[in-house]
């Protein structure tokens, strides 16, 4: 038996859950979503890390008021291990920074995004959920840790490039690389019927042309709390519990632990996952 097959029957243990959130294209508030999707999942008493893979623009630890001594691009040079990177965030979510105003790191080769990737199976800390926000686009990294994920959102707004640029990406997770199941999370949005709408334009177009199947994961509504929470480097659903945003976020946050839970090791991140997975069932027996 070797050992994936192992894992795979170790019933004690729970696969980690892997979620990527994307966009088509830039200033859309994917990374407010990753924040506050992790800080909410925390809350309910998972153990949940964020990895900001938007190598060359990072903005978790900014948007949260962290302040990293090492990043990814350290982990890149060699010069530490990731755990060395790990920030702690707010409600214990664990975070892996990235750099920003290195231009190196925004254009790095598939090798260096697979050397990331491997360095996770050198990780000792349990995780239940891994959200791995990405930059913007189609870049090798983004489709590196796209396919590596086992959940995709993809955040929209109400842009016509949003829209279309959205449609892009999922065209060529489709088609390049055999994705066919996307969540799409309407952000910004004046009212839950707008994001709807949003969600009606790109799933006609996607299921028309493509062989993909949309799920409309919500909407999170404009709402000053949470420029307001981003003025104070908070999440808001810290900062406004009771806030429309912060309320949607605990909705959006429900359906994602509703997501069926893979009885196996899949993408192309098994051996990061198989660690956690190993790590994990080896301290429920403690």
Known sequence: ????????QMKSSRPVRV???TSGKGGVG?????????VTLAQSGERVMVMDADMGLANIDVL?????????SHVINSECSLEDTILDGPSGIKIIPASSGVAAMSDLTPAQNAGVIRSFSELTVPVDTLIIDTAAGLSDSVVSYTRASR???????DEPASITDAYAMIK????DYDIHRFHVLANQAHGIQQGRELYNKLARVSEKYLDVALNFLGTIPYDECLKKAVQKQKSVVESFPRSPSAMAFRQIAKKAQQWPVPKHMEGHLEFFIERLVDYSSQESRL
């Open 1 to 8: 038996m070797d050992q994936a097959q192992g894992i795979r």
């Open 19 to 21: 979620i990527a959130v």
């Open 30 to 38: 994917k990374s407010n979503v990753a924040v506050n999707l992790a």
């Open 64 to 72: 949260l008021g962290l302040s990293p001594g090492m990043n990814l």
């Open 151 to 157: 959940e995709i959102i993809i955040v929209v707004c």
């Open 172 to 175: 060529v997770l489709n088609r």
